[in-house]
């Protein structure tokens, strides 16, 4: 049987490295990891998406490390909880999604997880899905659940707060969306749960319920979110996030376009560089050092991270040369359509450069659609493309034609 490390250095790194809170409180966790005990902590993901993104990364980093300390690791798919939809930060509810589109989203859940966390061994990660125990409840069950907890309790949500100030809806089953989740912690009999620190409300039920039907704390750590300059943080509904099965281009790409004051924030969250080199770096940057260098190193760390350093290296060369030496980049997707006239909105969308009609218009309109490296001006006239022709859209996709 693995032991459990308490070193100390390694528990404070734990402990503190992009940890944003932890209830009860630091020194109660700190205790436990100290003891010698073997806990079980989980971290539950909705399967919305069909990949999993760097805010979840961020939290699988933190729960390897309780793994390398020899404690057990649950990842826990929401395939229930998925077809409901989380309310949180939401301003409107959720589209639903059937079973099947949950299953099919989380098909690769767990190969990327594997970056982080080991599924094998004497202690191997646990696979779970919250349909094996929600799927059995019925409407006895749910009323007896929802006993444990009050309106008032669920009101105080900030986003329930905001939309019936706005006078938009709230369905009765976002309600009951926490107390689902508190389930799945009484359900796995858990001593603790991870999450970004938007998920507090939902992690903070699950501590109630574990309270009141078993009488066990459960500790909960809330990790830093990595959001941009105006707070909204990087993620799926938002557009702004890097994917774990972007290509190093694309992930390099993302990172440097990414704010300056996001660079620290970068390195704690999103590396394994150590906490005095990130704090000479902002020294650096705050004493007059480009913060454009720092950003490379970051981008560079982070597609490491995925993909190796050889990776990491040929995606550094070839956005120096796109867009520090505004050449074309050497890899580049080809496509097979028609050649001949054809309007721009429907080249970028033909092509896969842009999502849609509106945002194509958008784009033409601001001179960032561009055919051989000259701009197209208007999205009103037919464009007359032939086999060769490289397309650009923004500033960093681009499409050949085949």
Known sequence: MLKINTDQQKIQELLERGVENIYPDKSYLEKRLGSGQKLSIYLGIDPTGPTLHLGHAIILAKLKQFQELGHKIILLIGDFTGTIGDPTD??????????????????????????????????????????????????????????????????????FQQRIKAGKPIGLHEFMYPMLQAQDCVAMNVDGEIGGNDQTFNMLAGRTLMKSLKGQDKFVLTMKLLTDVVGTKMGKSEGNMLALNDTPEQMFGKVMSWTDAMILNGFELCTTVPLEQINQTAKNIKTGANPRDAKLQLAKEIVTLYYGAKEATKAETNFIKVFSQRETPEAIVEHNINIGSINPVDLLITLKLIASKSDARRLIDGGGMKINSEKVSSWKENLNIKSGDIVQAGKRKFAKIK
């Open 90 to 159: 939401k301003q409107a509810t959720r589209k639903p999604l059937s079973k099947q589109e949950v299953l099919n989203n989380a098909k690769y859940y767990k190969k990327q997880a594997s970056i982080f966390l080991n599924f094998s061994g004497s202690n191997k990660a646990e696979l779970k899905y919250n349909s094996r125990w929600l799927n059995k409840m019925n409407f006895a069950d749910v009323l007896k659940l929802s006993s444990n907890f009050t309106v008032q309790q669920l009101l105080e949500r900030d986003m």
